[in-house]
């Protein structure tokens, strides 16, 4: 079945530091990608996504490229934040639009 | 447009009771989702409407769980005879009518410990 698999956390950066959180997926079709944040005490806020091959889905500073050859949907920032510290979820729709999610990474930022 | 909301926010129950946790979609949003995020995991798909219809159910769903949509508003999300293992934060999402392209939008979750 389709699936998402993401690095483990935690990731710990100091602040300006640059950032990669690789995610890869398996899904049959074309399935729309997804990046959510999960801040502090707060619920699931969407903060990119992509909907087709090559789109590139950007917000708050981060993006990431829907690469069909590589399966894969990096999430990128040249400059992270004390405020970026969150926990980010990868996740793409599969059959009948229901959310397939990642089990999520930990983001630490120094200050 | 206030979001989605849930409640309560948190749940603590003995095992063997039931519970039930209440959703409120965005208004005019026909697709309702119920999710459930255990420690240190991403959220599990549970079910969904399409307004009053109820279209999937996850085998993770057992036949404790119910879950309804009445006059396709509200949702309400029933746990019978409570067991430890369904500790867990309950999600609920609303989407437009449509296709996979439209953005699911979540509540801030239902935290259920039973004890």
């Known amino acids: 079945g389709d699936s998402v698999t993401q690095m483990e956390g935690p990731v710990t950066l100091s602040e300006e530091a640059f950032l990669t959180i690789n995610c890869t997926y398996t899904?049959?079709?074309?399935?729309?990608l997804f990046w959510y944040v999960q801040y502090p005490g707060e619920g699931l806020q969407l903060l990119l996504k992509a909907t087709k091959a090559d789109d590139k889905g950007s917000n708050k500073g981060f993006e990431a490229t829907y690469r069909k050859e590589t399966t894969s949907f990096h999430l990128e920032k040249g400059s992270v934040q004390v405020s970026d510290s969150a926990v980010y979820f990868c996740a793409l729709t599969g059959r009948d639009d229901k959310i397939i999610f990642g089990k999520g990474t930990r983001l630490h930022i120094l200050p | 447009d206030t979001g989605v909301s849930q409640n309560p926010r948190h749940k603590i129950t003995k095992r063997g009771q039931n519970v039930t946790f209440r959703c409120d979609p965005i208004?005019?949003?026909?697709?309702l989702y119920w999710y459930r995020q255990t420690l240190g995991q991403g959220p599990e798909f549970l079910t969904y409407?399409?307004?009053?219809?109820?279209?999937?159910k996850s085998r993770l769903l057992s036949d404790r769980f119910s879950a309804e949509r009445p006059k396709g508003s509200f949702s309400t999300l029933e746990i019978q005879r409570t067991e430890q293992g369904d500790s867990a934060m309950y999600l609920c999402a609303s989407s437009p009518r449509g296709s996979g392209e439209e953005t699911q939008y979540f509540g801030p979750g239902t935290r259920l410990l039973v004890l």
């Open positions: 409407f399409q307004n009053e219809a109820q279209l999937e």
């Open positions: 208004s005019e949003h026909n697709r």
């Open positions: 899904a049959t079709g074309y399935p729309s």
